[in-house]
């Protein structure tokens, strides 16, 4: 009887590298096509690239109109606008007005308790008349006789006792003068017609403070307010035009111009500004109020009708403005032009180039 042959069969380590050097084998090529792929692509970006460079862009000069702006931003605020404050506090016995009311001038806003300050003035008046019996008492006794015959000169000391008299009334007449003041003052009056903006209550009854104040703004006099750096505060003048366009109405200036230049400079987060000042009067179509915020470009200087180029084109070589000039289809040369006007966009041509030449524009 024939004996078989036995056969040996694969352990399981075996199978298992040889699954995983089946897969390398195809990951291998996944990455080499992979790698192919992203050189091939580099090579045709930069193929393009480099055909990018050699595309120049030139441009003709052109005659138009420049002008140079400078953008500030700026807040309303108006001419007249006042704070009323009472020298002291006190209940608040009469409001004639409340926030948001039209107020006229020399209108009574507000009154604090009178009634202790009545009392003390009635007391100065009875020692001002008692005062005055004691004076006249005086005089009678040092200076004249019961018949009005002028007695000889006091002595010294007689015409330092009728002086006194005479101070002491006069001090009780100056006591009933600031208590006068005091009961005047006791009265909020408006210098100005307006509005009223800002009132500490809105009921009488209430006791104010010192710090309370009622805040009344004419809305005629309103004004657009804008801090100038000191950089370029020397091209700021008054008379020049202007657009104002605020954060609530975008796309919708208003015309105007300058109306002052702050003398005095004031501190700002930039660091040192002046205050310029735009009008805002008329009617624009939309209600203007107090504190909005925009930004109001003013021309400083505008030109019709100047050879222009573009100020990326330009650039500064030994304190001189050149311009690259093509001399032919991918050549040019560096021209000296004396440059006029610059804005953000152009440079004015006084002399160096024509309408016919073509500048370099760089990409």
Known sequence: M??????????????????????????????VVLLIV????????????????????FEHPQVKSIVKTLEVSGVVDAKERVRLRFLTGGKLTYLGAKEGDQIKKWQTIAVIDQATLKKQLDQDLNNYLKER??????????????????????????RRTVDKAQWDLENTVLNVEIRDIAIANTNLVSPIAGI???????VAGMQLLATDYFEIVNPNTL?????????????????????????????EPIETQVESVAFASSQAGTGTVFVVKFPLSGS???????????????????????????????????????VDVRTGPKTFETRTIEA??????????????????EILIPS
């Open 196 to 202: 009223l903006t800002t009132a500490p209550m809105a």
């Open 223 to 251: 004004v657009f307010k804008a801090g100038v750096d000191e950089v370029d505060i020397k091209d700021v003048v008054e008379g020049l035009s202007a657009s104002i366009e605020f954060d609530a109405y975008p796309d």
């Open 38 to 57: 992203l050189i091939g692509g580099g090579l045709v970006l930069r193929g393009r690239a480099k055909s990018g460079q050699d595309e120049l862009v």
């Open 133 to 158: 019996w004691d004076w006249e008492q005086t005089r009678d006794d040092y200076v004249e006789n019961a018949q009005g015959d002028v007695q000889p000169v006091p002595a010294l000391s007689d």
């Open 284 to 322: 624009f179509g939309y209600p203007i109020r107090l504190g909005m915020n925009g930004d109001a470009r003013i021309i400083l200087q505008k030109k019709d009708g100047v050879l222009a180029v573009p100020l990326e084109a330009t650039r500064e070589e030994n304190g001189q403005v050149v």
């Open 340 to 357: 006029g006007l610059e804005t953000d966009d152009d440079v004015e041509v006084l002399a160096g180039l024509s309408e016919r030449d």
């Open 2 to 31: 024939a004996k078989q042959k036995s056969v040996n069969k694969p352990s399981f380590l075996t199978n298992v590298l040889t699954k995983i050097q089946q897969i390398w084998s195809k990951r291998w090529k996944v990455i």
